[in-house]
């Protein structure tokens, strides 16, 4: 294919054949059949039916629910956080886009357990539904889709975080919902190129128009931000990423220099897309803005004895609010019995017992009622092997998928390594974010066990014994998460039968 550019730039050069092989590359996936959007939808009933049984039950707060529940109903009568004992506004040292999305539960079914939770589960639910159209687009099978979506409805992490009024569910769908974005980002400036090789355009002066979903992706990164901070890893990872992909996508399409080019003539993207993210970031604090007694919403001039604000105090009183709370997070290192460190997430060395109740009643003299934010064993301990297998993968095929997996799963967890040296108070639902992203990897796995489909490799013994291997993983997590299901929903059990769940003993306990 020539590069070569048109004698006349101001005509488009006649349109010209293009390679299969780039073809191939650059076309989007084809339309979901109805099979796939039966699948898609039995899946979200399966996590959605889970999650909704006795939602309600326990009537009180548990675990952190204690702030967050009554933080959410604070927003709803003040705008921000407020103490209710000497009303005064409360100092938080978390952004209130969680809280807002918990109290929007409680202001249509009322301040009560169903109400606070409702918001968790509908968010927990949509985000597996996205993970199954993503998985889709990746991975181009329903079979696949459909798995990862179902192995996410059989987690126990999530299952117990979607039915919590705790801000980590909302932080993780916004990165799904921006990681739905990336993916059509990409197939979109990838059929754009597609496109202008077709009409005869000059590849190394390509107009491909807005990337509006690249935008979209990065609403919905400030929004992650507007939950926890700690999505910031990800808006960094997926504005180099839209880089990475320009530069791909030049290259199949064969543009000169596609790095240089990625970097210079789509540079103005990245500069949109971190603004994008600071702007949606900002309007989630649209209550503190509005609010005459926000924490620290006149801090400047009541430091300095102005009787008002100056223009920009506002945004100075908020800075002054973030420096003090990253000196908290910073600083936070007491002991808590359910802390735990990075290396120990994915092995499931410390989860955290929500609630805990032993009046019963059951058919034995000692009885137990208990929520653990303990992920389904059987598929949190192969997450480690697939990501070892991912990433032997990914170098032997050079898929960008694999990589892509890889980065996204990683980004959720290496990050907080660096808080170690400093014994930063941790919890193992810290690793939440990255749970879809394990997921896919352990399906990318999966789909490699299986093999091509059968148009692409005839040895049909191959794809019946890979088939076969997937389905017996598939149904050892099904019957996994069976038996934790007690303790995930605080059903009332035997002290007998919860202590043969106590698979790593005292380390459960």
């Known amino acids: 294919m020539t590069t070569d550019a048109p004698d006349n730039p101001a005509e488009p050069s006649p349109a010209r054949p293009v390679a299969d092989a780039v073809r191939r590359r650059l076309a989007r996936p084809g339309p979901a059949t109805p099979g796939f959007w039966l699948a898609a939808a039995l899946v979200t009933g399966i996590a959605l039916l889970l999650r909704m049984v006795n939602l309600a039950h326990p009537k009180e707060t548990v675990f952190d629910e204690v702030y967050y529940a009554n933080e959410a109903w604070d927003l709803l009568q003040h705008g921000v956080e407020w103490n209710p004992e000497d009303n005064t506004p409360q100092y938080v040292v978390h952004p209130p886009l969680g809280k807002w999305m918990i109290g929007l539960g409680e202001q249509i079914f009322g301040y009560n357990s169903f109400g606070w939770r409702i918001a968790a589960v509908t968010v927990g639910v949509v985000a597996i539904l996205l993970i199954v159209l993503a998985a889709r687009r990746l991975f181009r099978s329903t079979i696949l889709a459909a798995t990862a979506g179902l192995l996410m409805s059989l987690d126990g992490m999530h299952f117990v975080l979607s039915r919590a009024a705790l801000l980590d569910i909302f932080l993780m769908f916004w990165i799904v919902v921006a990681f739905f974005f990336l993916v059509l980002d990409r197939e979109q400036r990838r059929a754009r190129w597609l496109t202008l090789l077709e009409t005869g355009g000059d590849p190394d002066r390509p107009r491909l128009g807005v990337p509006w979903h690249r935008l979209a992706c990065a609403v919905s990164l400030g929004l992650a931000c507007g939950v926890k901070w700690s999505a910031l890893w990800y808006v960094l990872l997926f504005a180099a990423l839209t880089v990475v992909f320009e530069a791909s996508a030049r290259r199949t399409a064969g543009a000169g220099h596609p790095v240089r080019a990625a970097l210079t003539a789509d540079g103005r993207w990245v500069l949109a897309f971190i603004a994008v993210v600071v702007a949606t970031y900002l309007a989630t604090w649209t209550g503190w803005f509005l609010s005459d007694g926000g924490y620290f ?43 735990s460190w990075p290396w120990m997430w994915l092995l499931l060395g410390r989860p955290v017992s929500m609630y805990v109740n032993t009046d019963g009643p059951c058919d034995a003299t000692s009885c137990v009622s208990q929520i653990l934010m303990l992920g389904t064993p059987v598929l949190w301990w192969s997450f480690l092997p697939a990501l070892i297998a991912l990433g032997w993968l990914a170098t032997a095929r050079r898929d960008g998928r694999a990589w892509l997996i890889m980065v996204c799963a990683l980004a959720g967890i290496v990050p907080w390594f660096q808080n170690m040296p400093e014994h930063r108070t941790m919890f193992a639902f810290y690793a939440l974010p990255a749970e879809p992203f394990l997921v896919l990897a352990v399906v990318y796995v999966l789909g490699a066990i299986i093999g091509p ?29 069976a038996y934790f299901y007690p303790i995930y929903s605080a059903t009332v059990i035997t002290n007998a039968e919860w202590l043969s769940r106590m698979w790593l003993g005292s380390r459960w306990m």
């Open 453 to 481: 489909p059968r148009h692409a490799a005839p040895d049909s013994d191959h794809r019946l014994v890979g088939s076969i291997i997937a389905s017996a993983y598939v149904s050892l997590v099904a019957l996994c998460f």
């Open 297 to 339: 919403r006149h801090w400047y001039a009541q430091t300095n004895g102005l009787q008002h604000d100056r223009l920009v105090d506002p945004l100075v009183n908020l800075w002054h609010y973030h420096v003090e709370a990253y000196r908290f997070h910073t600083g936070l290192s007491s002991k808590h019995p359910y802390q």
